[in-house]
């Protein structure tokens, strides 16, 4: 990705950008992961950072998959109840 | 006997979907208890229930790949690969004298051969052997078109003047000539008149070969060839691959989500590959044969309508598409634009449209396969009734259905590694997915909805 072309940042927005490759982004927890993820050679600060951002991820994932899973189960029974209903 | 265009028309799969279908009520009504055995009625279930279903095991899917979370064995499925041995340049010399050979052979027979589409080469050769049987090999095995184009072999013994090829035009002219090829395959009987079928062969052959001369192989079947361009995409989803020109094995797909197309000229295209088969099988639905019927009375020219449709059904396909990056970009809250955002999620696309190719020329590959081979021992007198499958089993119905469920589920995880390796969150890039999965789950309603409806010849035409 080329960040003057791929990425389109409004004029009154304060992005975090990447200091190694330019690529902005709307959090700096999103910068964390970018750096841990796409860049080797951090600095312990860095790391530090990658970490932290890296376990609140861990927890807002464990809420998505119980929505999923909620998702899963009604979209799971709605159909065996319209099908139980229709045929 | 059958014609070469019936079978090649989507309408048979519906008689074969409705089998699987009546299987499955059978077995629903089972676990409810409430019925003994299975009802063999074909219309178990109305069609809106069998729509809903179809959405809705997309919609799963896309929970079930939410689920994957861990981004190494994400992208150890898609970094795995073998090599193999590379053939040599004789076979490959060897292959493209045999498909200039082939090309050769079809145009003649198709001037020269029996009038019948079914009792002649050219037409089996090209919808059975070409579009039916190679261009599966093109996403199941891997793009050897490359290799082989017949066209390509004619273009490199002529001179060219090397003009440079117009970036301003980019993908665009290939995107014209596919639904130009499209459009002309649904309005003309070309799969039962061998003579227009050579005449179309031979108008392509001109085209192509005065656009190499113009601005040269490399940059004509790069750009503008829209046949290259619909093999080399599929050819990225196949598990044959050539990496630093050795022969590579790969899971199937595994590359889609690393493919990043150049422009909205590319998306175009993609899109434009998935709207063609739909526009083919829609217009041989029941509801387009009526309301063609009363446009046509109100005294619009029948050509007119069916353009208009072709035109305004693509744009709404394409526009569905942007639609779906611009609610992804919403969701997973980035700077990145949707036009990068649609260039990166595109090529989930792919694994659906060549499932439903697959499942709209097994059937006929199956039937016609006898047909092909008898006739091409006698291609200038071939047999009267040439001989082919009486009748395919009802398990063939389910294999048509299972490679488009296959596809949308290669969709759905080619669209989860794509939003893995764009977004550093993994929240976010679960968010990217809504929109891509909302236009899979209305892309897989109606086409499952283009599937049941039973075939009516498009009125108005001559096929």
């Known amino acids: ?77 709605g159909f065996l109840m319209t099908y139980a209903v229709v045929t | 006997m059958v014609t070469a265009s019936r079978w090649r028309r989507p309408g048979r799969l519906a008689g074969t979907a409705l089998c699987a279908l009546s299987a499955l009520t059978g077995v629903a009504a089972a676990h409810s208890g409430g019925l003994g055995g299975a009802t063999r009625d074909p219309l178990a279930i109305p069609t809106w229930l069998f729509l809903l279903t179809g959405g809705g095991v997309v919609g799963v899917s896309f929970l079930l790949a939410s689920f994957v979370t861990d981004r190494r064995l994400v992208d150890a499925l898609h970094d795995w690969h073998r090599p193999l041995p590379t053939p040599g340049r004789l076979v490959r010399t060897t292959a493209r004298l045999a498909a200039l050979a082939v090309l050769a052979a079809t145009l003649a027979v198709g001037y020269l051969g029996p009038s019948t589409g079914v009792r002649n080469l050219a037409v089996l050769v090209v919808w059975v052997a070409w579009w039916g049987g190679y261009v599966a090999s093109t996403y199941l095995l891997g793009n050897t078109w490359a290799t082989l184009n017949p066209f390509r072999t004619l273009a490199s013994a002529l001179p060219s003047l090397d003009r440079p090829y117009p970036d301003r035009l980019g993908a665009w002219p290939s995107v014209a000539g596919l639904l130009l090829l499209v459009w002309v395959e649904v309005m003309t009987p070309l799969a039962d008149d061998p003579r227009l079928l050579a005449t179309v062969l031979v108008v392509y052959t001109v085209i192509t070969l005065a656009g190499t001369v113009t601005v040269g192989a490399e940059a004509w079947f790069g750009n503008a060839d829209p046949l290259s361009r619909a093999f080399r995409l599929y050819g990225q989803l196949a598990p044959l691959h050539v990496a630093d020109g050795r022969l590579r094995l790969r899971l199937p797909g595994a590359a889609l989500p690393d493919t990043v197309l150049d422009g909205r000229d590319d998306v175009a295209f993609v899109v434009t590959l998935l709207f063609v088969t739909t526009y083919d099988g829609f217009v041989a639905t029941g509801p387009w044969a009526s309301g063609a019927r009363a446009v046509v009375d109100a005294g619009v020219p029948a050509p007119l309508l069916y353009l208009g449709a072709y035109l305004v059904g693509a744009v709404l396909f394409y526009l569905a598409y942007r639609a779906s990056a611009r609610l992804g970009r919403r969701q997973a809250d980035t700077y990145l634009t949707t036009a990068y955002l649609a260039r990166r999620f595109a090529p989930a696309l792919l694994p659906i449209a060549a499932g439903y190719h697959l499942a709209h020329n097994l059937g006929s590959v199956l039937v016609l396969g006898p047909t092909l081979a008898a006739v091409a021992m ?86």
């Open chain 2, 378 to 463: 006698a291609p200038l007198s071939p047999p009267a009734s040439p001989p082919q499958l009486a009748g395919l089993p009802a398990w063939v119905g389910g294999v048509e259905l299972a490679c488009v469920l296959l596809g949308h589920l290669v969709a759905v995880w080619v669209a989860h590694a794509t939003a893995y390796d764009v977004f550093p969150s993994r929240l976010q890039a679960v968010r990217s997915q809504y929109g891509v999965t909302a236009v899979m789950v209305g892309y897989t309603m109606l086409s499952l909805w283009i599937v049941t409806e039973p075939y009516v010849a498009p009125p108005f035409i001559a096929t």
């Open chain 1, 1 to 77: 990705m080329n960040p003057d072309r791929d990425a389109d940042v409004p004029p009154d927005a304060t992005p975090h950008v990447c200091e190694r490759c330019g690529h902005p982004f709307t959090a700096e927890s999103r910068l964390a992961l970018h750096r841990g993820l796409a860049h080797t050679e951090l600095t312990p600060e860095e790391r530090e950072a990658f970490e932290a951002a890296r376990e609140e991820e861990e927890a807002d994932l464990r809420r998505f998959r119980l929505l999923a899973l909620a998702a899963l189960v009604a979209l799971y029974f």
